[in-house]
């Protein structure tokens, strides 16, 4: 050993493992649409993977929303390697203009693509952190030729020649704290706050029937969960959002390019003239204090005016963030505002785009300094939520053929979306009347799940800032 910057063995370690890194699988974390997405185009190149669910079943964060139902329709929610493999496997597609659950997103997709790939799905392995063998972010010489070192929850580790993070942002949602803080006692009243925007006309019906419901947050999961609300009797229904007035989530009503996301709108605006739901504006979320087997909201405008309001149950509709932790010994070129990359942030930032004004985009805007570590899906937007997961599904082609070194393909990016984004106006109108008014989410379009607005007697039971859906 020799010199201040460590043993040169290391150096001769790493060309060593030079010839053995495209032996290594690519490690894909997350069982998601996109996370298999890329396992299926990783198959279709012969490229040996796995893929970590944290969850005990594929697709464990669109089971928690598996009541909510699609904008979009089944040709827009299937991956273009993934259909191939599957119907070369027998397998029959759903009806193409169909607008699924998220429950047969996975009953009907996702379980069987991962049933493909057999024991290259993990489920139940918790990635926590990602780094270079033998390298910590500072080392530098004979880096890019080190195997990535996954690290899981149970203590195991794999070697990989890449990463590909579709982990998502579903279990990472926003503060109810209007600056981005946690509100003050926000952690003491956590059992009083659904984040996920529940499921109140199923599975958690009694949690708020008849119980005085504060809803925080202007976007679509907050107006559909509004929606889901009012059909509650006896259930009060407070509305609380920061802008001075609610234009802005009322959408386009009878004019919007989304028919089924102007129905969200208009409806919700009746709710709120006839007194159903009683909306307060200009209210930024300070402080939380339980009262009892009750909770009292405080609002501190910059001003420093107060007011508040108790209820009985919060539900926090605030949107969602990345979480990066694991990537904390890579190194990362993130964005300070999105945390999205640097170079993808200007096609996403949703004070400029809408979900339908994003280009195309792929590899080469989702490289980061660490050679062979990609982030994709909605990960990859960081707090914009302008994400489609028809442009995950491109995302995840384009970094596979960068992996295998078809850069040719890798930045031969398109998006091939209807006039009206990815939604079905006439087919959402018609299913409307059979099974629930549509309301778009992550598994067809969007980062927010939204649950279904309206059920049908006969149809069971199927959630800030989204853009289409």
């Not at 827009?76 to 493999?85: Q, W």
């Not at 400029?352 to 050679?371: I, R, Y």
């Not at 939520?385 to 599904?393: D, N, Q, S, V």
């Not at 393909?409 to 006439?426: K, M, N, Q, W, Y």
Request: proline share 5%.
């Amino acid at each position: 050993m020799s010199g201040c910057c460590g043993p040169t063995t290391v150096e001769l370690e790493a060309s060593r493992q030079a010839v053995r890194l495209d032996d290594l699988p690519v490690v894909v974390i997350g069982a998601g649409p996109v996370g298999l997405a890329a396992a299926a185009h990783l198959a279709e190149r012969g490229l040996d993977f796995v893929v970590l669910e944290a969850g005990e079943r594929v697709g464990a964060s669109v089971a928690r929303w598996g009541h909510v139902r699609v904008f979009s329709p089944w040709k827009y929610d299937i991956d273009s390697a993934a259909r191939r493999l599957l119907e070369a496997g027998g397998w029959n597609a759903p009806d193409e203009e169909w607008l699924p659950t998220g429950a047969e997103l996975i009953e009907d997709y996702l379980a069987p693509l991962a049933a493909l790939f057999g024991d290259r799905v993990r489920t139940g392995a918790k990635v926590t952190a990602i780094s270079r063998l033998g390298y910590d972010r500072v080392r530098t010489a004979g880096r890019e030729r080190a195997p990535f070192l996954v690290r899981l929850a149970d203590g195991g580790e794999l070697h990989a020649r890449a990463v590909v993070d579709a982990s998502g942002t579903y279990v990472t949602p926003n503060v109810l704290g209007a600056s981005g803080l946690p509100a003050h006692g926000e952690a003491d009243a956590a059992d009083l706050v659904d984040h996920a925007l529940p499921d109140v006309l199923g599975a958690d019906h009694d949690r708020y029937a008849g119980r005085h419901v504060l809803v925080v947050g202007a976007g679509h999961s907050a107006a559909t969960t509004l929606l889901a609300l009012a059909q509650l009797a006896d259930t009060p229904i407070t509305w609380a959002i920061r802008a001075g007035d609610a234009t802005r989530a009322y959408g386009g009503g009878e004019a919007d390019a989304l028919p089924a996301r102007g129905a969200l709108g208009t409806r919700l605006h009746a709710h709120v003239e006839s007194g159903r739901i009683r909306l307060v504006t200009g209210f930024f979320t300070h402080a939380v204090e339980r009262d009892g087997e009750r909770v009292r909201v405080i609002s501190r405008d910059p001003s420093g005016h107060e007011r508040s309001v108790t209820v009985d149950r919060i539900v926090s509709a605030t949107g969602y963030r990345p979480d990066h932790t694991i990537a904390g010994e890579l190194r990362l070129d993130l964005d300070p505002v999105l945390g999205s990359t640097r170079a993808l942030a200007p096609l996403i930032d949703p004070n400029a785009h809408s979900c339908g004004t994003v280009p195309p985009h792929g590899a080469d805007e989702l490289a980061h300094p660490e050679d062979g570590y990609y982030a994709v899906g909605v990960k990859s937007y960081g707090r914009a939520p302008t994400f489609l997961l028809a442009t995950g599904y491109e995302q995840a082609r384009s970094v596979v053929a960068a992996l295998a070194g078809d850069w040719q393909a890798a930045r031969d990016v398109r998006l091939d979306l209807p006039e009206t984004g990815v939604c079905s106006s006439g087919l959402a109108e018609a299913q409307e009347q059979r099974v629930g008014l549509a309301t778009g989410i992550s598994g067809g379009l969007l980062s927010t799940p939204l649950p279904l607005a309206t059920v049908s007697a006969t149809a069971g039971t199927s959630q800030g800032g989204d853009c289409c859906g």
